[in-house]
């Protein structure tokens, strides 16, 4: 199994970043997708949700309307459009691949790809 983010960099406050998730070694259609953060001294939070069942998304307060979640699944690759990027958005950011089937969890994490915001 392997979940390998890229996309992460320095910008702008105001500016926007694409991250990419790239997956393989499990049915990544069937796994509800998500994107945390961990900013530094702070706990791991969720970003994003893209659920695997009906496609629906989810987002943290903080970033919605600011940030869109979307998965290619015949890419196995998950992403995460930032716009109108603020300081506070400064963190590593993760990619995780969660399904719970029959009783049996199954949760996958990235490496990571920083993303600092900062003029």
């Known amino acids: 199994v392997q979940l390998v983010e890229s996309g992460g960099d320095l910008v702008q406050p105001g500016g926007s970043l694409r991250l990419s998730c790239a997956t393989s070694?499990?049915?990544?259609?069937?796994?509800?997708m998500s994107w945390y953060r961990q900013a530094p001294g702070k706990e791991r939070e969720l970003v994003a949700v893209?659920?695997?069942?009906?496609?629906?998304?989810n987002y943290a307060d903080s970033i919605k309307g600011r940030f869109t979640i979307s998965r290619d699944n015949a890419k196995n690759t998950l992403y995460l459009q930032m716009n109108s990027l603020k300081p506070e958005d400064t963190a590593v950011y993760y990619c995780?691949?969660?399904?719970?089937?029959?009783?049996?969890?199954?949760?996958?994490w990235g490496q990571g790809t920083q993303v600092t915001v900062s003029s």
């Open positions: 995780n691949a969660l399904r719970l089937s029959w009783g049996l969890r199954s949760n996958y």
């Open positions: 070694g499990f049915p990544f259609s069937s796994y509800d």
């Open positions: 893209s659920t695997s069942a009906g496609g629906s998304t």
